[in-house]
């Protein structure tokens, strides 16, 4: 064990160097994350995670369970901030701006970076007062018209507008698990957020409602920064970019998605890739 | 895989069953045990229950009937001899229009009125029936003479006529009436004299005195002087006071505090404390209560003694934990999720609790206050501390006048010394009390499964 942690030291420092010249992080970096580190009280969560992630792409973070993915990903948004007892370290900065400096308000930053949870999570109110909140919060709409508009087109990049049309006003609720994630899609779209982080948003769904969601994540790398967490390699082969592994609270290896799957550098990732360890 | 699940594959499958078939005679009998106890719980819980309201209702009904005197009244201008109403034109000033009216009021409060009253009693009765002034005098409450003498200040036109009036039967009258005393006791332990109690019956045969719905329990306050017109309204009344200061100050305040400690107080020692007093506080006995409010509102703020308004005071600090507690737990309740979906959405803190938290929570939020506030309503400690024991005579025009409440009139009753007249009639105050709680805990249940569905 202490040997893999010397070695997941250095491997985790040389970021740049795993740079490949036609990857996607030639396209200009939206986040930069340096010497992340996270406390849950007196427990060490993450151990220094430095990383880039890459404006218009889908970036996957894999790992085996409690490795401090979602962790991370809290990290990126500051949902951490509600978490009692957690403690943030380091810096990440969106667009060159440390998303921790006190001078920023985190209400303007989730309304940047949107984010979407492993189990579907709509507001107990109606398909249309879902998707229109963010809006009528950050004061997004100047009428109602407007929020109509801005409703419909988000249910619309979402893919969900044709089978909910014709009922809008009724609770988000009451839609089928994959239809609530497209919701939840939807409503961090509304808002027209720079980055959307996912934690594992198909890992309640079936097959057929995963392969609608990740056909639409591909869709909304054109216009969006995308980080997902997912726990199937599958899923990260088909709609990332880039994929960062995680071991252990630790940055092991990140690379164009391609690299990593085909010719891991570390043996960790390897084994990891290979089933054997997760 | 397949091979984790199997856990003693040195056993055959037949063994297993048998093992777990031998386990499962002992799981059944355990879970008969247990529902059996559940039910005898339940049943011995409901028959109480039950018993009470058996008891309660069959003592308390015959309350519900009153026995009235239906009399032909001449207003005799013999006795009436005070002149004619002072009239307004007939004086220069409003002032001197009043004195003189005053006056005449007072002089026909002078007069014998029960002569009047008697007179019409004679009337009914057969010719000759030989009995005393006193003795028949003890038939009508003694409130007759006052209703008849207020007929008369209305309309002072009535002098000389006749008219039919319906006047309360006396206490002791509409218990002779009603059989609640032993018919075959001897004189000396009868209320009412022999004839008074013969001519009751000749009443009662000739219709001169029948039985009908008590509306007076409900229109009438307090009465000692006139027992069977005692009704409860004054502390219907009072009791309503407390209740609309006990909903605008504990409800306000109890669910703004849950609201804050739950959601947006930092967690510290101060609100380990806090909190810690506060569930203290749920458990302080309600005289403890009524004590403080003795001293703090009446020898502190100099609040009026027996007001509704430091009842009121006084029952909402009893209430303010149970909703604190109530509200607390309901907030608590609500699930993570949807707490990070709007704080993801980059709700604020107060949007997340406003928009989100509070909507799902509401029904519970608001059951939980009802029920705190129709416990508030039955309370009765806390009450008598601060002088509500009172004997009060007057509805509640404010907070601030004299008042009694449902449950101390209750006690006071059940502690009058006449009983025989007074158990029926308590028991009819608890038939309205258990009314109105069970009335609020309805309202309760229905806001709840109509607000529920609608969410
Ligand atoms: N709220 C919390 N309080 C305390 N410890 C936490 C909390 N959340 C996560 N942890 C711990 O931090 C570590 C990383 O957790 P995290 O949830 O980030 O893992 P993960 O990679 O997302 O796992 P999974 O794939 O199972 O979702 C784990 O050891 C976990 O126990
Ligand atoms: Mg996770």
Redesign the interface.
Known sequence: MDMLAGKVKKTSLNVDSAMNPTDVLERPIRLTARDVTVHYGAKQALHGISIDIPDRAVTAFIGPSGCGKSTFLRCINRMNDTIEGAKVGGTIKLDGEDIYAPALDVVELRARIGMVFQKPNPFPKSIYDNVAYGPRIHGLARNKADLDEIVVSSLRKAGLFEEVKDRLQEPGTGLSGGQQQRLCIARAIAVGPEVILMDEPCSALDPIATAVIEELIDELRENYTIVIVTHSMQQAARVSQRTAFFHLGNLIEQGPTEDIFTNPVNKQTQDYIMGRIG | MATDIQTSPDKSSSERTALIRAGLRRRHLNEQIFRGLGIAAIAIALGFVALLFADVFRKGIPAFVQSNVHLSVTFDAEVIDVGPAPARGDFASDAEYTAASLKWQRDLALLNWNTIVEASLRKAAPEGFEIDSRQIQSIPETNARHQIREMFVRDPSLLGQTVEVDVLASANAANWIKGNINRDLGDAQQQLSPPARQLIDIFVENGTISNGFAWSIFTNVDSRAAPASAGLLGAFVGTLWMMLIVVVLAVPIGVAAAIYLEEFAP?SRLTDLIEVNINNLAAVPSIVFGLLGAAVFINWFHLPISAPLVGGLVLTLMTLPTIIIATRGALMGVSP????????????KT?MVF??VL??TFPSILTATILGVAHALGETAPLLLIGMKAFVASVPATPLDQAAALPVQIYLWQGNENRNFFEPRTAAAIMVLLAVMILLNGVAIYLRSRLEKR?
């Open positions: 967690k999720a949807l707490r990070q979906a709007a704080l993801g959405m980059g709700a604020s949007q928009h989100h909507p799902v969410a």
